[in-house]
C-alpha cells in the first residue's frame, strides 16, 4: 500500500506541481487549503506524513501545527517561506520533524519525505544501522567501526543513539538537551558543542569535515542515515 500524504497549503499552481510530483513517485496524496479542510482531511485520512505550509487563511499554519500535534503522532514536514531562525527553531521545538524553506527542489522535499518515514519505522524492523564505516547497535548499545568496537561514554552513547533513532532527520537542540541531560535543560547548547566534538573524534573519519553527525547551525544535529 503506498503511503499516504497529506498536503496544506492554498497556492494553488504550488500544491499542484507538488501533488503531481509525489504521485509519480508511488504517494498517495490528498491536499487542503484551510485548517478547517486539513484537519477534516488528516480524522479522515489517517495520514503517513503532513507537508504543511505555514501561510493559511484562517489559522497560522504554526497554530495549526499545534493543534495537528495535540492528538497526531505523524510525521510533519514544514513547508514555508519564512526562512528566519527563531521561525524554524519554534516550529521544531512545537513537534514539527522538518522544516523546508521555500522555494526548494523537488528532490529535496522528496528526500525529506522518505526521511521522516524512515524514523516513524518501529525500532524493532530496525535494531541494527550500518552507514559507511560504522555499525550501530541499537539493542546492544555497540558501536563498530571498520570493525573495530568504539567505546562511548554514557552520554556520548544517549547522543548517538538519540540522533540514529532518528535518522535522516534534523533534532533540535533542545529536542536533544531534554532526551539526554533533562527536562530542565533547553539552552546548555555549549554541552552539545563539546560531546559531539568528542563524537566525531571517535567515529568520523575526519572529525574536522562531519560525514555522519551533521551539524545545522543555530537549529541542531543530523545523523546522515545514507551514504
Not at 524512515?118 to 548499545?141: N, Q, S, W, Y
Request: overall charge negative; glycine content about 6%.
Amino acid at each position: 500500500m503506498n503511503e499516504k500524504l497529506l498536503l496544506v497549503d492554498d497556492e494553488a499552481p504550488f500544491v499542484r506541481a507538488v501533488t503531481l510530483n509525489l504521485r509519480a513517485h508511488g504517494y498517495d496524496v490528498e491536499w487542503a487549503t484551510s485548517a478547517k479542510e486539513a484537519l477534516e482531511a488528516a480524522s479522515r485520512l489517517h495520514p503517513d506524513v503532513i507537508i504543511l505550509d505555514l501561510g493559511l487563511p484562517g489559522m497560522d499554519g504554526f497554530d495549526l501545527l499545534s493543534a495537528f500535534r495535540a492528538w497526531l503522532k505523524v510525521p510533519i514536514i514544514i513547508l514555508s517561506a519564512r526562512d528566519a531562525e527563531a521561525t524554524k527553531i519554534a516550529c521544531l521545538d512545537a513537534g514539527a520533524d522538518d522544516y523546508v524553506t521555500k522555494p526548494f527542489a523537488m528532490g529535496e522535499l522528496l528526500a525529506r519525505v522518505r526521511a521522516v518515514l524512515r524514523r516513524a519505522t518501529p525500532l524493532d524492523e530496525r535494531p541494527t544501522v550500518d552507514v559507511g564505516d560504522l555499525h550501530i547497535d541499537l539493542v546492544a548499545k555497540r558501536v563498530l567501526r571498520d570493525g573495530q568496537e568504539i567505546r562511548l561514554t554514557p552520554t556520548e552513547w544517549q547522543l548517538v543513539s538519540t540522533l540514529v533513532r532518528n535518522r535522516g532527520c534534523l533534532v533540535s537542540q533542545r529536542q536533544l538537551l531534554q532526551e539526554v541531560w533533562g527536562p530542565n535543560y533547553s539552552t546548555e547548547t555549549n554541552y552539545l558543542r563539546v560531546y559531539m566534538a568528542r563524537i566525531r573524534h571517535k567515529l568520523e573519519p575526519d572529525p574536522t569535515r562531519a560525514r555522519y553527525f551533521i551539524t545545522e547551525p543555530g537549529m541542531g544535529y543530523r545523523f546522515a542515515a545514507e551514504q
